[in-house]
């Protein structure tokens, strides 16, 4: 499902070169990125892929986009955006729709090990297992004499224990889980973040089954060489001089990977 075609980025410059966003994207002014099922944003560090997310949620209203700050140029990102412009895929028929879903999300790296630290919180876990019991009918007397018990001090230490148990990764992965539903349309900031080589390819293979046959689309922001060559998407490399998509093994940060175990592949061997 094509719920986001297209998004054209402003055709505006400043004489200010230290404005942001112009600054980011000054290379790129008026620049149209047309969307897929799932495309991808590639590019090393300072390319702009998460301020395009961060745009394209500002625009659309999605849950998880973030104020623009500008060192107090406060007026440029609010320009900015305002000179941007989208448009929705229109043919239900042709597997579009004119709509953004209502349960559309923009996920952050940082949003995802925010909640990992959260659920490792002891206070947080002192919470749940309160609201837990009154939701089983306990008093305010009851829930009060429960706070202050031995028992649930070694309910909490079983809790614990048990959450020490998964990794990050594996968190991450329970995350996504209930973050990625059918018919929704995800901005993706380096999920990768956290993630094994094998829950990358796991997590990009739910995916492509999500996108294929749940009726999602993505657009990830992503520089693994494990989501580049799993992910079945269109690829933009906002590292090239001009806009412009390139196949997966054509990418820098994946010739990288590749020069670097080709030069040791008698070690494998």
């Not at 412009?85 to 999300?105: A, C, I, Q």
């Not at 230490?157 to 968190?171: C, D, L, Q, R, V």
Request: glycine letters at 6%.
């Amino acid at each position: 499902m094509i719920y986001l075609k297209s998004f054209k980025l402003s055709p505006h410059t400043v004489r200010n070169p230290n404005a942001y966003p112009y600054n980011v994207f000054r290379k790129m002014a008026g620049e149209v990125f047309v969307f897929t099922n799932i495309t991808v944003l590639y590019g090393n560090n300072g390319s702009g892929k998460s301020t395009l997310l961060n745009l394209i949620a500002n625009k659309l209203n999605i849950t998880g986009a973030e104020g623009l700050t500008n060192n107090g140029y406060n007026q440029y990102p609010i320009d900015y955006i305002a000179n941007c412009s989208y448009r929705l895929g229109e043919k239900e028929s042709d597997g579009e729709s004119d709509r953004v879903p209502p349960n559309s999300l923009y996920i952050k790296s940082e949003d995802i090990l925010y909640e990992i630290k959260k659920i490792q919180q002891e206070a947080v876990l002192k919470e749940g297992y309160l609201y837990q019991h009154a939701k089983l009918g306990y008093t305010k007397e009851q829930l009060e004499e429960l706070k202050h018990s031995s028992q649930m001090y070694k309910q909490i230490e079983n809790m614990k224990f048990a959450i020490e148990k998964y990794s990050n990764g594996e968190t991450s992965m329970q995350l996504f889980e209930e973050y990625l539903a059918p018919d929704g349309f995800y901005l993706l900031d380096e999920p990768e973040t956290s993630l094994s080589p094998t829950n990358q390819i796991q997590l990009a293979e739910e995916i492509n089954k999500l996108a294929r046959f749940f009726d999602c689309q993505f657009i990830i922001a992503t520089h693994s060489p494990f989501m580049l060559g799993t992910l079945d998407a269109k690829i933009y490399n906002l590292d090239a001089p001009l806009l412009r998509t390139n196949k997966w093994t054509e990418l820098e940060n994946v010739r990288f990977f590749y020069d670097f175990f080709k030069k040791r592949k008698n070690e494998f061997e």
